[in-house]
């Protein structure tokens, strides 16, 4: 694979379907971009004020570690079931209006979560949240592609933004965590309620961008045909195809072992209001993750594809075979890995396909992850209800030849530029 920096953006896709541009004028494209980039880390990094205590609180509702697999199942089955359709909509009609609606969303789902008081109601809330995430989780990264275009239309403001990106979520992640524990040292109940604050926040920035960029035209009157064929007609490119099996693959990796992370921990001694330094030192990990990934950039996807799971192997292997406090602090880590997966093939995707497909894609992309992570989040937390520690090795066993096929098929595609 050649360079992603010298790459044309839309290479790859050929529009099929008439485009419209939304008109608009007078638009400070900088100081628009600059709404998005906030927004983007307000969205990403607010949840992570509860999700460190997130497993003290469902077992204070009588859940075990299965229930928990199950809840993430249910959330992840509804963001499956809606991200592409609503992606569909949002470069169809309005992302901007999409994208309010989730942000706003998210603010009364965390609401009712702090009062859930029992394993359905935990199950409601994980639905809502899984449907409002959907309407927006795309959104904020194809505007982020589309500004960023309009002001520097080669793509190199873009794939700069991307890493900015991803290095100030992992920033905020940080403070966020650190806050949430401080918040749950007086109530578990308050870090959960207090991240609708940030999605309210977000709300009122996603309420100030210009819908801007081109618009997927009907071809027919049923929206779910069109929809069919503009999946069928994206996923026709073999290149992009793989890409967003190696992303899915790539940022699932690191997705179910978290949930054994506060386990761990407790199960060890840390104090249940201190696992959020577990927390902190995998997420503070990942701006070395983010590091490497912007410094091997010209790498080919094949060769990036490996390092995720093999990192996540060489720093679970000692919590698997010896849990204890002096180990465990090797697990978060492997935050290392998410750090590189969260940017470095994402931007690839986006750049081989065009303006009108931005939201539709970075959908796809995300419901192939959900689609493997639905049966692995119950697979792994069925082994982890024996043992914590099991969680990392099922996630390992199965990531692995998954992993595997990624590489062969990328390698392939490769040889043959």
Known sequence: MGNPLT?????????HVIARETPVNNINYRRTLN????????TYSGIFLCIPIMTVFWNGVGMDQFMIGVSQMMCAATLFLFDVPMGYFADRFSRKSLN???????V?????YALARNFWMVVVCEVLCGLFLAMSGGVDRAFLKIYSDKIDPSGELFRIKTAQLALWQIISMCISIAFGMLIAK?????AIFAVAIPFLAATI???MVKDIGERIAAQHKNHLKDMLENL?????NAEIKWLVYAYAIGFEVTHPIIWGLTPLLVMVGVPVWLVGIGWLLWYGAAPLGALFARKTMHWNTSAHILVPITIITLFSLPVIIAPNLATIWLFPLSGIAFGIVNIYIMPKIQQRTQEKYQTTIVSIASSAARLIYIPIVLITNYFGNTAPQYILLATVLIFAPLTLLAFIKLRGLEKKK
């Not at 309010?100 to 998210?106: E, P, R, T």
């Not at 009364?108 to 009712?112: E, G, K, T």
């Not at 069928?232 to 026709?236: A, C, E, R, S």
């Open 205 to 207: 920035l996603a309420s």
């Open 100 to 106: 309010v609606a989730g942000d706003i969303g998210m």
């Open 35 to 42: 709404i998005v980039f906030a927004e983007s880390i307000l």
């Open 108 to 112: 009364a789902a965390f609401v009712f």
């Open 7 to 15: 790459m044309p953006r839309t290479e790859g896709i050929v529009s």
């Open 186 to 190: 007086h109530n578990v109940r308050w």
């Open 232 to 236: 069928k007609y994206l996923m026709k």
